[in-house]
């Protein structure tokens, strides 16, 4: 069956072009009511205009579609949660995906630059998802995207400050997927590669043009739907291609011994084991991860006696 949002509330911020208008004009496709949030300004964050959102607005109404336009920055968070109210009397679906881009080389990177990012990205998407946060817990109802990017998960040159803003959007939604599970309010994070005005000044003109929102859409859309459970996570997509990512721990090494000081010989002695990826863990939680470390004081102090592998030590304490 296909998958419906008739019934659904949506608000996607910064849908006036690139991703966010395909979002918008998905969901809408599909019988649910959306906020088309755009403040209309340029790539750097200047300026602002209300035709951007209008214009989306008025492609979903032509098609029959539900659907408001919000113009205010996500910097005012419960203006936008507001309009959906106001229009729609609910809200069910975040999409945070607003953005802008003041790429600098770090040793010219200014206050502004990096202010600017972090207000628009993470401050923003934390404004406009705490202003739902409440309506969605009390309905037991509500999905969050962050847009996070592969700048962040990767490092890119010039970019230290969107670097940072989009991986602290990766641990906000880490810790909301935590403390929205048992509300059935879900949050993932989603890493996109598509053409836009963005991506135009430092891709070639046809890889703009073949890498379509539309081949990262349909995955925004099941992460939003009533019958997905994923909560927390992380995925690469475009090209129509989709790939989930997770933390990798090495095996690590125990470098004390008992009523030995800690040295960064030692250290350094070890440090091919420390790295080993071979026979890796995949900690999902942060009680799975600390419990490994703390086991190893037990280990420490029965030292001979047991492996020298945290993650069995921490199956032997527990
Ligand atoms: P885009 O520039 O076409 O879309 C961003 C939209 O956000 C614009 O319409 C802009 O007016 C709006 N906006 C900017 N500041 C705003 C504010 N304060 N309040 C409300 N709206 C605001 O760019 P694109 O590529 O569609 O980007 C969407 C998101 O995806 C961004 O968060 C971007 O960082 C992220 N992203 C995109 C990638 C790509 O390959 N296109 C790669 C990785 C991340």
């Given at each position: 069956?296909?998958?419906?949002?008739?019934g659904?509330?949506?608000?996607v911020t910064?849908?006036?072009?690139g991703?966010?208008?395909?979002?918008?004009?998905?969901?809408?496709?599909?019988g649910?009511?959306?906020?088309?949030?755009?403040l209309?300004?340029?790539?750097?964050?200047g300026?602002?205009?209300?035709?951007?959102?209008?214009?989306v607005?008025?492609?979903?109404?032509?098609?029959?579609?539900k659907?408001v336009?919000n113009?205010?920055s996500?910097?005012?968070?419960e203006?936008?949660?507001?309009?959906?109210l106001?229009?729609?009397?609910?809200?069910?679906?975040?999409?945070n995906?607003?953005?802008?881009?003041?790429?600098?080389?770090f040793?010219?990177?200014?206050?502004?630059?990096?202010?600017?990012?972090h207000?628009?990205?993470?401050?923003?998407?934390?404004?406009?998802?705490r202003a739902?946060?409440?309506?969605?817990?009390?309905?037991?109802?509500?999905?969050?995207?962050m847009t996070?990017?592969?700048?962040?998960?990767?490092?890119?040159?010039?970019q230290?400050?969107?670097?940072?803003?989009?991986?602290?959007?990766?641990?906000?939604?880490?810790?909301?997927?935590?403390?929205?599970?048992?509300?059935?309010?879900?949050?993932?994070?989603?890493?996109?590669?598509?053409?836009?005005?963005l991506?135009?000044?430092?891709?070639?003109p046809?890889?703009?043009?073949?890498l379509?929102?539309e081949y990262?859409?349909?995955?925004?859309?099941w992460?939003c739907?009533d019958?997905c459970?994923?909560?927390?996570?992380?995925?690469e997509?475009?090209?129509?291609?989709?790939g989930?990512?997770?933390w990798?721990?090495?095996?690590?090494?125990?470098?004390?011994?008992?009523?030995?000081?800690?040295?960064?010989?030692a250290v350094?002695?070890?440090?091919?084991?420390?790295?080993?990826?071979?026979?890796?863990?995949?900690?999902?939680?942060?009680?799975?991860?600390?419990?490994s470390?703390?086991?190893?004081?037990?280990?420490?102090?029965?030292?001979?006696?047991v492996?020298?592998?945290?993650?069995?030590?921490?199956?032997?304490a527990?």
């Amino acid at each position: 069956m296909s998958l419906s949002f008739e019934g659904r509330v949506v608000l996607v911020t910064g849908a006036g072009g690139g991703l966010g208008r395909e979002y918008a004009l998905a969901f809408a496709e599909r019988g649910a009511s959306v906020v088309v949030n755009d403040l209309g300004g340029d790539t750097k964050g200047g300026g602002k205009n209300s035709a951007a959102a209008d214009k989306v607005v008025e492609e979903i109404r032509a098609k029959g579609g539900k659907a408001v336009a919000n113009y205010d920055s996500v910097e005012e968070g419960e203006k936008l949660i507001q309009t959906a109210l106001d229009a729609f009397g609910r809200i069910d679906i975040v999409v945070n995906n607003a953005g802008i881009l003041r790429d600098q080389s770090f040793a010219r990177m200014s206050d502004l630059d990096w202010d600017l990012i972090h207000r628009i990205h993470l401050k923003g998407s934390f404004l406009v998802t705490r202003a739902a946060w409440t309506h969605m817990k009390n309905q037991k109802f509500g999905r969050i995207i962050m847009t996070t990017s592969a700048a962040g998960i990767y490092g890119n040159f010039g970019q230290t400050n969107y670097s940072a803003a989009k991986l602290g959007m990766l641990g906000m939604a880490n810790t909301l997927a935590v403390e929205g599970h048992k509300y059935n309010v879900h949050c993932n994070s989603i890493a996109p590669l598509a053409g836009s005005r963005l991506t135009e000044s430092v891709m070639p003109p046809d890889l703009v043009a073949s890498l379509k929102p539309e081949y990262v859409a349909p995955l925004v859309l099941w992460l939003c739907h009533d019958q997905c459970q994923e909560n927390g996570g992380l995925f690469e997509v475009g090209a129509g291609w989709i790939g989930k990512l997770r933390w990798e721990r090495s095996q690590g090494h125990i470098v004390r011994q008992k009523n030995q000081p800690m040295t960064p010989e030692a250290v350094r002695d070890h440090w091919d084991k420390i790295c080993d990826f071979t026979d890796a863990t995949k900690p999902t939680t942060i009680r799975e991860a600390a419990q490994s470390v703390v086991s190893v004081l037990f280990q420490v102090e029965s030292e001979g006696e047991v492996s020298s592998n945290p993650t069995a030590v921490a199956a032997l304490a527990s």
